[in-house]
């Protein structure tokens, strides 16, 4: 079992920067023998990949509107893993899901996560 809990969103201005974290608690699996992702969902829109890092943190995948700009990393001593967000605009508006699977290699779709935290909202002004 795995539980996940994201923290570090809020309301900033375009061009802000912003860094998420996922507090990760686990029983009987090594946090660090679980792939991460983090995804978004909007308003009216449906749940969309940003970022995943491999269990060691030697990988790592983005969202071709993302990339250049946020920046995904893990601590596995810590059990933690982040996000930071730079150069944010006002499409970045959503809530954001950090979610964990029983492989140690990082995916993009929501399908092939299996443990998901309950979001943390950020918002972006124009």
């Known amino acids: 079992q795995v539980q996940l809990v994201e923290s570090g969103g809020g309301l900033v201005q375009a061009g802000a920067s912003l860094r998420l974290s996922c507090a990760t608690t686990t029983s009987g699996r090594s946090f660090s023998r679980n792939a991460m992702g983090w995804f978004r969902q909007a308003p009216g829109k449906e749940r969309e990949f940003v970022a995943a890092?491999?269990?060691?943190?030697?990988?790592?995948l983005y969202a071709d509107s993302v990339k250049g700009r946020f920046t995904i990393s893990r601590v596995n001593t810590k059990n933690t893993l982040f996000l930071q967000m730079n150069s944010l605009k006002p499409e970045d508006t959503a809530v954001y899901y950090c979610?964990?699977?029983?492989?140690?290699?990082?995916?993009?779709?929501?399908?092939?996560?299996?443990?998901w935290g309950q979001g943390t909202q950020v918002t972006v002004s124009s």
């Open positions: 890092v491999s269990a060691i943190g030697l990988s790592t």
């Open positions: 979610a964990a699977r029983t492989s140690v290699n990082p995916a993009i779709t929501p399908e092939e996560y299996t443990y």
